[in-house]
């Protein structure tokens, strides 16, 4: 196996910026479902789990210089972060409807059609000039237009906007102000959460070094941040 030296920007942003985040998103999720392993809180729990997963991944083949690995690596990477926010929507539901009607077989069923739509985006990687990049000098990936805006849409229209639509429909149901105020910062949360990950692919495209220096210090705030708000505002209540 072949390494190479990383850059300090590079290791900045892996290992530090991203290694703070995956403490704190394994520590959130750690809490909730030692309290209990119910489906609201493993749903809540995923959200935490799956970018976390997917750091993990980016730190072992981060020094790597073989091609193929490396963008195999980079491909599940992404796919736990993209799909983090489809437990966001199975929480809402399961929140909105009650667990009775969105039964376990239907929470399979979202969670794998989305899986399996953003797994999808590994067909770009098959065509030239179509999916991610990633060589020499600074082995960082490049996103290329196309997959970058199927990856935009497929989360934007089944994740995100579901997500928010959900969670606006439950802060409406809320008639205890103390409730409807905690739901805000999970609501808040969130924003921060998608905005961090739409900076992240933004980074990707431009492929611009000091955006992604920049990135590397933001990304933490409005990472922690949105995760500590969703925490407090629904994860501190479901340990109960």
Not at 19 to 26: C, H, K, Q, R, S
């Amino acid at each position: 196996m072949v390494y190479f030296q990383l850059t300090p920007g590079r290791f900045l942003t892996v290992y530090i910026a991203q290694g703070v985040i995956l403490a704190v998103f394994l520590y959130l999720a750690i809490r909730i479902l030692l309290r209990d392993r119910k489906r609201l809180n493993i749903m809540f729990a995923g959200l935490y789990i799956s970018p976390a997963i997917g750091v993990l991944i980016n730190f072992i083949y981060a020094p790597l210089t073989d091609v193929s690995i490396v963008l195999l690596l980079n491909f599940f990477t992404n796919f736990g972060a993209i799909y983090a926010p489809i437990f966001v929507v199975v929480f809402d539901l399961i929140l909105l409807k009650s667990e009775k009607i969105i039964s376990t077989s239907k929470q399979l069923a979202i969670l794998i059609a989305y899986g399996i739509v953003v797994l999808c985006m590994g067909i770009f990687l098959l065509i030239p000039g179509f999916g991610v990049t990633i060589g020499p000098p600074n082995w960082t990936p490049v996103w290329s237009f196309p997959i970058f805006v199927y990856v935009v849409l497929v989360l934007t229209c089944c994740a995100t906007i579901p997500a928010l639509y959900f969670s606006i429909k439950i802060y409406q149901k809320f008639e205890d102000e103390i409730l409807k105020k905690k739901w805000k910062f999970f609501i808040y949360g969130f924003i921060a959460l998608m905005t961090f990950m739409y900076l992240i692919f933004i980074s990707n495209t431009l492929d611009n070094a000091t955006f992604r220096l920049v990135l590397a210090g933001t990304g933490i705030i409005l990472a922690i941040l949105g995760g500590l708000l969703m925490y407090y505002g629904v994860g501190r209540q479901i340990e109960k």
